[in-house]
């Protein structure tokens, strides 16, 4: 089944201590992008890439880290998470190009205390 | 950067009639324009889409409509059902890999 996977699904920790949320497709697909996805704001790109080994910003990269050195996962890395991070978190891949459809993940949701 | 503007933030409607939301965006980059439809407790999921050389695309009771040069598309729903009751995204997207999102609209059908 094409899909895209995201562990954990639910996560609280404590402010400082880095994790890590995986994302992962079958479908082969270049384009792969983390939202996150507060009320009222709907989805806010954090960042996204275009293919392996290339990675760019979105709206609201700060405190997030990510990297892409496969095609299939594209992990989302909090070095030191603070409560303001605290959200639900959104990983999409699409085919080729940008401007294609996006397929989302089931999303994460992450408390941080 | 971009910036998509979403309106109603929430629609109630009886089933049967129509809904229709509208979008605004800034860029004139954005030349990708997709709904996505979200289910409570799920992922964002594309219900329809709309590039910048097409004014209008139809599928069954689903349609949007772009205009360019006013920067706006919109999406409507004709003989909506209690099951389109969720929330709708619309975005815009650009060839370089950015997407933006607009704020939702929580759609309510009313039985």
């Known amino acids: 089944e094409a899909q895209v996977t995201q562990n954990p699904r639910y996560l609280i920790t404590v402010t400082g201590k880095k994790l890590t949320v995986t994302c992962s497709q079958n479908?082969?697909?270049?384009?792969m992008s983390w939202y996150r996805q507060d009320p009222g704001l709907g989805l806010r790109q954090i960042y996204y890439?275009?293919?392996?080994?290339?990675?760019d910003k979105g709206d609201v990269p700060e405190g997030y880290k990510v990297s892409r050195k496969e095609k299939r996962n594209f992990p989302l890395i909090l070095e030191s998470p603070s409560p303001n991070q605290t959200s639900l978190y959104f990983c999409?891949?699409?085919?080729?190009?940008?401007?294609?459809?996006?397929?989302f993940g089931p999303g994460t949701r992450l408390t941080v205390t | 950067g971009e910036n998509v503007e979403q309106h109603p933030s929430t629609l109630s409607v009886q089933e049967g009639d129509s809904a229709v939301i509208k979008c605004t965006y800034s860029d004139s980059a954005s030349n990708y324009f997709p709904w996505y439809k979200q289910e409570l407790g799920k992922g964002p999921q594309l219900i329809i889409d709309?590039?910048?050389?097409?004014g209008e695309k139809k599928d069954q009771r689903i349609a949007v409509t772009l205009n360019k040069t006013a920067k706006h598309f919109s999406l409507h729903i004709t003989e909506t059902q209690p099951e389109d009751s969720a929330v709708y995204f619309c975005a815009a997207s650009t060839n370089a890999g950015k997407s933006t999102f607009g704020d939702g609209t929580t759609l309510t059908v009313k039985p």
């Open positions: 890439s275009m293919n392996v080994e290339v990675t």
């Open positions: 479908m082969n697909h270049e384009y």
């Open positions: 709309i590039r910048s050389n097409v």
């Open positions: 999409a891949s699409a085919e080729g190009l940008a401007g294609q459809e996006q397929y």
